[in-house]
Protein backbone atom coordinates (compact mmCIF):
# COMPACT_ATOMS: atom_id res chain seq x y z
CA UNK A 1 0.00 0.00 0.00
CA UNK A 2 1.47 3.14 -1.02
CA UNK A 3 2.38 5.98 2.10
CA UNK A 4 0.85 8.97 1.64
CA UNK A 5 2.15 11.91 3.34
CA UNK A 6 0.10 14.89 5.05
CA UNK A 7 0.94 18.58 4.76
CA UNK A 8 0.20 20.75 7.54
CA UNK A 9 -2.96 22.48 7.14
CA UNK A 10 -2.60 26.27 6.07
CA UNK A 11 -5.93 28.04 6.33
CA UNK A 12 -8.38 28.19 8.79
CA UNK A 13 -11.72 25.93 7.98
CA UNK A 14 -14.54 28.22 7.77
CA UNK A 15 -18.17 25.82 8.34
CA UNK A 16 -20.59 28.03 6.06
CA UNK A 17 -18.08 26.99 3.54
CA UNK A 18 -19.83 26.10 -0.05
CA UNK A 19 -20.16 22.11 0.44
CA UNK A 20 -21.97 20.68 -2.01
CA UNK A 21 -23.76 17.15 -2.29
CA UNK A 22 -24.48 16.19 -5.75
CA UNK A 23 -27.71 15.07 -6.83
CA UNK A 24 -27.31 11.17 -8.22
CA UNK A 25 -31.18 10.52 -7.89
CA UNK A 26 -30.41 8.14 -4.93
CA UNK A 27 -32.06 7.20 -2.16
CA UNK A 28 -29.18 8.17 0.56
CA UNK A 29 -29.31 11.94 -0.02
CA UNK A 30 -31.02 12.87 3.05
CA UNK A 31 -29.06 10.73 5.65
CA UNK A 32 -25.72 11.96 3.96
CA UNK A 33 -26.75 15.81 4.32
CA UNK A 34 -27.88 15.20 8.06
CA UNK A 35 -25.01 13.40 8.83
CA UNK A 36 -22.91 16.75 7.36
CA UNK A 37 -25.34 19.30 9.36
CA UNK A 38 -24.83 17.28 12.67
CA UNK A 39 -21.08 18.67 12.59
CA UNK A 40 -21.87 22.20 12.62
CA UNK A 41 -21.09 22.53 8.91
CA UNK A 42 -23.43 23.94 6.00
CA UNK A 43 -24.28 21.48 2.32
CA UNK A 44 -26.50 21.90 -0.40
CA UNK A 45 -27.69 19.14 -2.32
CA UNK A 46 -27.66 19.64 -6.25
CA UNK A 47 -27.82 18.52 -9.97
CA UNK A 48 -26.74 22.14 -10.92
CA UNK A 49 -23.62 22.01 -13.02
CA UNK A 50 -22.25 25.78 -12.04
CA UNK A 51 -23.11 25.00 -9.09
CA UNK A 52 -20.90 21.93 -8.42
CA UNK A 53 -18.30 23.49 -10.26
CA UNK A 54 -18.31 26.38 -7.52
CA UNK A 55 -17.93 24.02 -4.52
CA UNK A 56 -15.50 24.07 -2.32
CA UNK A 57 -15.85 20.53 -1.56
CA UNK A 58 -18.04 17.88 -3.09
CA UNK A 59 -19.43 14.81 -1.71
CA UNK A 60 -20.62 12.37 -3.99
CA UNK A 61 -22.92 9.26 -2.77
CA UNK A 62 -24.50 6.45 -3.97
CA UNK A 63 -26.82 3.54 -3.52
CA UNK A 64 -28.26 0.89 -5.83
CA UNK A 65 -26.37 -0.59 -8.91
CA UNK A 66 -23.21 0.95 -11.36
CA UNK A 67 -25.94 0.40 -14.79
CA UNK A 68 -28.41 2.37 -13.76
CA UNK A 69 -26.52 5.33 -11.67
CA UNK A 70 -24.49 6.11 -14.41
CA UNK A 71 -27.70 6.17 -16.72
CA UNK A 72 -28.83 9.05 -14.17
CA UNK A 73 -25.71 11.18 -14.34
CA UNK A 74 -25.49 10.64 -18.07
CA UNK A 75 -29.06 11.95 -18.52
CA UNK A 76 -28.13 14.83 -16.38
CA UNK A 77 -25.41 15.82 -18.12
CA UNK A 78 -22.64 15.49 -15.19
CA UNK A 79 -20.03 13.35 -16.43
CA UNK A 80 -17.64 16.19 -18.32
CA UNK A 81 -18.48 18.19 -14.72
CA UNK A 82 -17.17 15.51 -12.25
CA UNK A 83 -14.15 14.20 -14.29
CA UNK A 84 -13.14 17.90 -14.54
CA UNK A 85 -13.54 19.02 -11.10
CA UNK A 86 -10.02 20.25 -9.30
CA UNK A 87 -11.86 21.00 -5.54
CA UNK A 88 -11.23 17.87 -2.89
CA UNK A 89 -14.36 14.99 -4.13
CA UNK A 90 -15.20 12.32 -1.72
CA UNK A 91 -17.48 9.33 -2.97
CA UNK A 92 -19.28 7.30 -0.36
CA UNK A 93 -20.19 3.60 -1.55
CA UNK A 94 -21.48 3.47 -5.28
CA UNK A 95 -20.40 7.21 -4.91
CA UNK A 96 -17.20 5.84 -4.98
CA UNK A 97 -17.18 2.70 -7.16
CA UNK A 98 -18.63 5.41 -10.22
CA UNK A 99 -15.07 7.41 -9.99
CA UNK A 100 -13.29 4.26 -11.16
CA UNK A 101 -12.80 3.11 -14.54
CA UNK A 102 -15.71 0.33 -15.41
CA UNK A 103 -17.67 -1.91 -12.99
CA UNK A 104 -19.71 -5.59 -13.10
CA UNK A 105 -22.68 -4.62 -11.51
CA UNK A 106 -25.70 -4.12 -12.54
CA UNK A 107 -24.94 -5.94 -16.36
CA UNK A 108 -26.65 -9.01 -15.83
CA UNK A 109 -25.84 -12.62 -15.79
CA UNK A 110 -27.18 -13.64 -19.61
CA UNK A 111 -24.32 -15.14 -22.03
CA UNK A 112 -24.66 -12.31 -24.33
CA UNK A 113 -23.67 -10.21 -21.14
CA UNK A 114 -20.51 -12.28 -20.55
CA UNK A 115 -17.63 -10.39 -21.11
CA UNK A 116 -19.34 -6.54 -20.44
CA UNK A 117 -18.57 -3.79 -18.31
CA UNK A 118 -20.31 -0.78 -17.24
CA UNK A 119 -17.87 2.14 -18.42
CA UNK A 120 -18.32 4.66 -15.26
CA UNK A 121 -16.11 8.03 -14.87
CA UNK A 122 -12.56 6.94 -15.45
CA UNK A 123 -11.07 9.35 -12.74
CA UNK A 124 -9.52 6.89 -10.80
CA UNK A 125 -7.59 4.03 -12.43
CA UNK A 126 -8.83 0.86 -11.00
CA UNK A 127 -11.89 -1.27 -11.69
CA UNK A 128 -15.23 -2.63 -9.67
CA UNK A 129 -15.36 -6.26 -9.59
CA UNK A 130 -17.62 -8.80 -7.91
CA UNK A 131 -16.53 -9.39 -4.28
CA UNK A 132 -14.49 -12.49 -3.91
CA UNK A 133 -16.56 -13.65 -0.29
CA UNK A 134 -14.89 -17.31 -0.79
CA UNK A 135 -18.36 -18.59 0.51
CA UNK A 136 -19.57 -15.76 2.98
CA UNK A 137 -22.93 -14.40 2.71
CA UNK A 138 -23.31 -11.38 -0.30
CA UNK A 139 -23.89 -8.98 -0.01
CA UNK A 140 -21.00 -7.87 2.39
CA UNK A 141 -23.39 -5.85 5.12
CA UNK A 142 -22.78 -4.71 8.39
CA UNK A 143 -19.94 -3.73 10.25
CA UNK A 144 -16.20 -4.58 9.43
CA UNK A 145 -12.06 -3.51 10.68
CA UNK A 146 -9.88 -1.86 8.88
CA UNK A 147 -6.93 -3.53 7.69
CA UNK A 148 -5.01 -1.44 6.74
CA UNK A 149 -4.24 2.71 6.76
CA UNK A 150 -2.50 4.70 4.82
CA UNK A 151 -0.64 8.06 6.07
CA UNK A 152 -3.39 10.35 4.28
CA UNK A 153 -5.44 13.21 5.65
CA UNK A 154 -8.48 11.68 4.90
CA UNK A 155 -7.62 9.03 7.53
CA UNK A 156 -6.44 11.49 10.78
CA UNK A 157 -7.51 9.85 14.01
CA UNK A 158 -8.29 6.13 11.87
CA UNK A 159 -6.62 2.79 13.14
CA UNK A 160 -6.38 -0.75 11.61
CA UNK A 161 -9.13 -2.35 13.65
CA UNK A 162 -11.49 0.51 13.75
CA UNK A 163 -15.14 -0.86 12.38
CA UNK A 164 -17.21 0.99 9.27
CA UNK A 165 -20.40 0.25 8.19
CA UNK A 166 -20.36 -1.88 4.58
CA UNK A 167 -23.14 -2.60 2.20
CA UNK A 168 -22.12 -4.36 -0.96
CA UNK A 169 -21.00 -7.08 -3.34
CA UNK A 170 -18.71 -5.38 -5.61
CA UNK A 171 -15.39 -4.12 -4.65
CA UNK A 172 -12.38 -2.58 -6.02
CA UNK A 173 -8.92 -4.40 -5.75
CA UNK A 174 -6.08 -3.70 -4.09
CA UNK A 175 -4.13 -1.55 -5.75
CA UNK A 176 -1.58 2.10 -6.00
CA UNK A 177 -4.68 3.46 -5.05
CA UNK A 178 -5.82 1.78 -2.15
CA UNK A 179 -5.60 4.03 1.36
CA UNK A 180 -7.49 1.89 3.24
CA UNK A 181 -7.99 -1.78 3.31
CA UNK A 182 -10.73 -4.36 4.68
CA UNK A 183 -11.20 -8.14 4.34
CA UNK A 184 -14.37 -10.29 3.65
CA UNK A 185 -13.50 -13.66 2.36
CA UNK A 186 -10.41 -11.93 0.66
CA UNK A 187 -8.82 -8.14 1.10
CA UNK A 188 -10.62 -5.10 -0.69
CA UNK A 189 -10.21 -1.12 -1.11
CA UNK A 190 -12.05 0.12 1.93
CA UNK A 191 -11.25 3.56 1.02
CA UNK A 192 -9.39 4.53 -2.64
CA UNK A 193 -7.61 8.02 -4.17
CA UNK A 194 -6.15 9.92 -6.65
CA UNK A 195 -4.73 13.34 -5.89
CA UNK A 196 -8.68 15.21 -5.26
CA UNK A 197 -10.78 12.61 -5.46
CA UNK A 198 -11.09 10.28 -2.67
CA UNK A 199 -13.70 6.84 -2.14
CA UNK A 200 -14.85 5.11 0.70
CA UNK A 201 -16.73 1.51 0.09
CA UNK A 202 -18.23 2.19 3.71
CA UNK A 203 -20.89 4.38 4.23
CA UNK A 204 -19.45 7.22 6.56
CA UNK A 205 -23.01 8.38 7.06
CA UNK A 206 -23.64 5.25 8.99
CA UNK A 207 -20.26 4.47 10.68
CA UNK A 208 -21.19 6.07 13.71
CA UNK A 209 -18.77 8.28 15.51
CA UNK A 210 -15.25 7.07 13.01
CA UNK A 211 -17.60 7.86 9.71
CA UNK A 212 -18.43 11.38 11.16
CA UNK A 213 -14.78 11.41 11.64
CA UNK A 214 -13.52 10.60 7.92
CA UNK A 215 -16.37 13.27 6.93
CA UNK A 216 -15.51 15.97 9.23
CA UNK A 217 -11.34 14.92 8.09
CA UNK A 218 -12.77 15.59 4.39
CA UNK A 219 -14.43 18.88 5.04
CA UNK A 220 -11.59 20.47 6.65
CA UNK A 221 -9.18 19.40 4.20
CA UNK A 222 -7.04 21.72 2.81
CA UNK A 223 -6.85 21.52 -1.01
CA UNK A 224 -3.00 21.48 -1.31
CA UNK A 225 -2.91 18.44 0.65
CA UNK A 226 -4.39 17.12 -2.23
CA UNK A 227 -4.15 18.36 -5.46
CA UNK A 228 -2.83 17.14 -8.13
CA UNK A 229 0.67 18.32 -8.31
CA UNK A 230 1.74 17.79 -4.36
CA UNK A 231 2.30 14.03 -5.41
CA UNK A 232 0.55 12.79 -2.09
CA UNK A 233 -0.81 9.71 -3.60
Same mark, same amino acid.
Given at each position: ???????????????????????? &????????????????????????????????????????????????????? +???? +???????? /?????????????????? &????????? +????? &????????????????????????????????????????????????????????? /?????? &?????????????????????????????????????????????????
Amino acid at each position: MKKVVAKEMTKTIDNNSNNVIVDT &GCANLSSVKFAIERLGFSVTITDDIEIIKAADKVIFPGVGSAKYAMKNIIEKG +LVAT +LQSLTQPV /LGFCLGMQLMTRSSTEGI &GSTEENQGS +LIECL &GIIPTAIEPLNSQGNRLPHMGWNTLTKVANHPILNGISVDDYFYFVHSFAAPISEYT /LASCEY &GSEFSAIIGKDNFIGCQFHPERSGALGSKIIKNFLELDFTQVKPESNTL
